[in-house]
Structures are given as C-alpha cells and as structure tokens.
C-alpha cells in the first residue's frame, strides 16, 4: 500500500512541477520579450515597429515547446529512419536502395503486404458498415443510448487488453477437455471437433479482424450518429409522406447527406489499421502467416536487430499512411473553408 501511495505522490510531485515548469517558461519568456523590445522610450513611429515585432514573436514563444518536441520526436526520427534504411544493419555501409529491393523480393514481406490490403480492405469497411447500422437502429429504440454505450465500450480498451480477451474467445483444447474457448465450447456443444482458431492460415486473419472492429466500431458509430442527427428532420418526413420505405430513405437520403462524414470515419480508421502491431502481436506473433508489416519492421528491427531492413519497413508504412493523412487534412480544411 505504501509503494502505491508513493508512486500517486510522486505522481502528484511530477505534475505540480510540470505546470510550474509551463508557469515558469511562458511568464519568463514575456517578461523578456517585454523587456528586450521595450517601446516606451522609442519614437511613435519606430515604437510602432517594436509594438509589432513583439506581437509577431509573441505566438512563436508559445508554440516553440511544442514545435521542439515535434521536431525531436517526430521529425528528426523520420529523417533518421529513411537515413538508415539506405545502409547495412548496423547502420555503417551505405547500400542504397539494396534494403528496398530485398523487401520488395522477399516471401514474408509479400505475405505481409497481402495480410495489410486484406485488413485495409475489410476492417475500415466493416466497423464503418456495423457502426452506420447501429446508429441508425439504436436512434429508433427508447434504449438506444445504453445500447450505444455498450457499443462504444470496446474503445476504452487498450488493443493488448482487447487481445487478452479475444484470446478466451478462441483458445483451444484438445478433444475431451474441457473447452474454456467460447468459440469452441459452442462448437463442441454442436457434437464438432474443437479447432485451433489462430493457427489456420487465412481464416486466422479473419479471426484477428474482428478484434479490431469490435473495438472500432463504437469510434464509427459516435461519429456517424452525430452526422445523422444533423440531417433535416423534414427532409426524412418528406420520404415518408412520399411513401418511400425505410431502407430507400436510408441509401438514397441518409447516406448521401452525410457521405463526406462516412468516407472520414473511414480513412481515420484506415490509417489505424496501417499501423496495427498490438493484436498482431499479443494474438500470433505473427505466426500461421498472419504477419503484417507493422509486425514485420518490429522483427527486423527488434528481434533480428537488422536496422537497415527495419527501417526501410518503417519508410514503407510511413508512405501508405502519408497520401491518406495528406486527404483527410484537405478535406478537412475545405469543409473548414465552406462553412
């Protein structure tokens, strides 16, 4: 108990002195901007100036911690990645593009790539899909909000502790035990023979997928059901009154109107799926071919400690991810703009 309260204080010490530190750099640093380019005693015109130098640095104080920290751990690891991806793995001799070329040629990275189209292709569609299709269902019962709610439980759970908990779903015994599996238990209730779901090839992928939009799904559904309650409330009634059905309103009326929202809650949940390494990781390992490239740069990076084939992983994911960040970031500012 006392490790505890000590870990809490120390806590507590570290975030006391965090916003002292935050109080410190920002009253210090406009105090000396105020004293530096001190326009009291200039002339109207040049105190003109001053008066307007210091509010041109004065944003740039602000933003310059997390400008600093941008750059340290994030741009400066870019540039080093691709750095290293261009040399041997120990990061000595230059290769050039030799890393690229073994990736490129290379059986495991293939099935890598294959497994990362495969979940590109139905993870964002599926939890973009079920989520839709909640929020539409749970806005028409009186209980919608509890249902929506336990939808969306899933999020606050961290990918391992998703993959802990998908792992009772399909662990496996042998014929005769007793199965703890949900998955087998029902199918052994069935009179079949139990199955070591994870380790057949290709339907394992399927079997790891669902963990993923199980957890997403609830991220879709918030979002989509806030689309759907801005859509006009006349409009809809105009449909019924026309006799149109509820599932013509639905794909010609509800979907079209919020069409730019679903195509968002998408791309966001694609750029989640190139990154996915947790349930990879925590489920497989990537065994049974259920590798993805995520997993693979950490193999060649970690495991093998191969810096140069590592990074050059890490640059192939980087660029999948970029064109999709690049899309969402301008559709974001030309609704931004139209508003």
């Not at 000396?32 to 944003?59: F, H, K, Y």
């Not at 042998?174 to 209730?189: F, K, R, S």
């Not at 084939?309 to 301008?330: C, D, E, H, K, Q």
Request: aromatic share 14%; hydrophobic share 60%; proline share 4%.
């Amino acid at each position: 108990m006392s490790e505890i309260v000590q870990q809490i204080a120390g806590a507590g010490i570290a975030v006391v002195i965090a916003l002292a530190a935050c109080f410190a750099y920002f009253w210090g640093s406009n105090w000396l901007l105020d004293r530096v380019l001190n326009s009291d005693t200039a002339a109207s015109e040049a105190a003109t100036g001053i008066d307007q130098l210091r509010s041109a640095i004065r944003p740039w104080i602000f933003l310059f911690p997390a400008l600093l920290f941008l750059a340290v751990y994030l741009i400066y690891p870019v540039v080093e990645t691709f750095r290293l991806s261009l040399f041997d793995n120990n990061g000595r001799n230059f290769v050039g593009f030799a890393n690229y070329l073994w990736a490129v040629s290379d059986p495991s990275f293939q099935r890598a790539v294959f497994n990362n189209v495969m979940w590109l292709i139905i993870v964002p569609s599926a939890s973009t899909a079920f989520g839709l299709v909640i929020a539409v269902l749970a806005d028409r019962l009186w209980w919608g909000n509890i249902a929506k709610s336990l939808v969306f439980m899933p999020m606050a759970i961290s990918f391992v502790g998703a993959s802990v908990i998908w792992k009772f779903v399909y662990d496996y015994r042998a014929a005769g035990e007793n199965q703890i599996g949900i998955l087998n238990a029902i199918v052994t209730g069935f009179g079949l023979p139990p199955q070591a779901w994870i380790t057949i090839p290709f339907w394992n992928s399927l079997f790891l997928m669902v963990i993923l939009i199980w957890i997403q799904t609830g991220f879709a559904m918030v979002i989509l059901s806030a689309a759907l309650r801005g859509i006009p409330e006349e409009t809809l009634e105009a449909a019924r009154l026309d006799g149109a059905s509820g599932v013509r309103i639905f794909f010609d009326i509800m979907i079209p109107q919020i069409w730019g929202t679903v195509v968002v809650v998408w791309t966001t949940i694609t750029i989640v799926v190139l990154k996915v390494f947790d349930i990879i990781f925590a489920m497989t390992n990537g065994q049974w071919d259920t590798e993805v490239l995520a997993n693979f740069m950490f193999k060649w990076m970690f495991v093998n400690f191969d810096y140069g084939r590592g990074s050059a992983v890490a640059v192939v994911i980087m660029i999948a991810v970029l064109p999709i960040m690049v899309w969402n970031i301008r559709r974001a500012n030309a609704e931004q703009g139209t508003r």
